[in-house]
């Protein structure tokens, strides 16, 4: 069956990473937002007071320790994590893990054990992309005997099996995503690729949770396209989204380190298995991969300009994938230009 392809590439990728197996493990399962930029509209005090020992971290990367007289401490302990800086570091200082020298104070032996212990907390704080919840690594039966990012890589592989099977496509462009940084950060730029890849497979094939084939609208106000329209009114410009944070930063990072041809890139895209599985079980794609990975290219020469291009010209370049017109799933991009919007 094409999930048991999912899921056997995902645990045979997991015991290249990790050496060991365990899929039937209960380890973390939150479902993230899938934004990547945290901003202040959606910025929500934590009440979780796991995440005091963030202001433990913060003190102990002063040299000099911190003069707590100074208030000098950043706004997003309160805004983002409803922490009163002060009042945690006096109960810091009464439970023995900071040292006060007059108004300077100091992590102490028992504070650094502290942080040892509480060092998920570091790390979902230092990964908010990956939107991973405290409670994922409290519950996991190995937490202080495991990395992080083991568990992390635990998280992430248990996400494809219950995005795929919901068909949160979204959610599960960005938890690959997700997967190729933490591939990144551990040097292993090889396997980061094929995550990188199936990401954007999934964006250009225009599978995303909307299933949108996305036309920008009037407002767009690049000049060269201001006064561009097809005849049924729409912009005569296509956005397939290359999504610089997903895809385009972290393939710029692989490719320094490996220096990979076009021609091998090409190669690796189109016969990587996470590809090649995800190609049978979507539902759905506007393009196949061979079409998916010159728009990538594109984008990546580009400098990651998200895919931009004009309908006329993606019509003569592309193939494209026409879907049932009696379907109600899905919208509708035409060989003649036209975009007919129609929903579920």
Known sequence: MLFDKIFKAVLSDNAKKTGEINPKEDVGMSTPKGSYVQTK?????????????????WISKKKNGYDLSSNKYPKWFANTYGID???????????????????????????????????????????????????????????????????????????????????????????????????IEEKKYEQALDYVFVTAYMETSGMLDNNELT?????????????????????????LEINNYWVT???????????????VVKERFITGVFVKSLEELLPFKY?????????????????????????KDV??????????????FYFYASTENKVNRKFK
């Open 41 to 57: 509209s959606n910025i929500q005090p934590m009440s979780d007071k796991d995440y005091d020992y963030l202001v433990l971290h």
């Open 85 to 183: 800086f002060n009042q945690v570091a006096r109960r810091f200082i009464e439970g023995g893990e900071l040292t006060a020298e007059g108004n300077t104070v100091i992590v102490s032996s028992f504070g650094k054990d502290s942080l040892k212990k509480y060092s998920y907390v570091i790390y979902v704080y230092e990964h908010p992309k990956f939107e991973i919840k405290l409670d994922d690594y409290r519950k996991h039966p190995n937490l202080g005997d495991v990395q992080n990012s083991d568990i992390a890589w635990g998280i992430f592989n248990h996400r494809i099996l219950m995005y795929t099977e919901k068909q949160m496509w979204n959610s599960l462009a960005l938890n690959y995503s997700n997967m190729a940084d933490l591939l």
């Open 215 to 239: 036309p920008i609208m009037t407002e767009f106000t690049g000049k060269q396209w201001k006064k561009q329209f097809l005849p049924n009114g729409m912009p005569d410009i296509f956005l």
């Open 249 to 263: 930063v972290p393939f710029i990072k692989i490719q320094k380190e490996l220096n990979l041809e076009w021609d």
């Open 287 to 311: 393009f196949e991969k061979e079409e998916s990975f010159e728009i990538f290219k594109e984008a990546i020469q580009n400098a990651g300009s998200k895919g931009i291009f004009p309908l």
């Open 315 to 328: 019509s003569k370049k592309l193939k494209w994938n026409i879907p049932d017109e009696n379907s109600e």
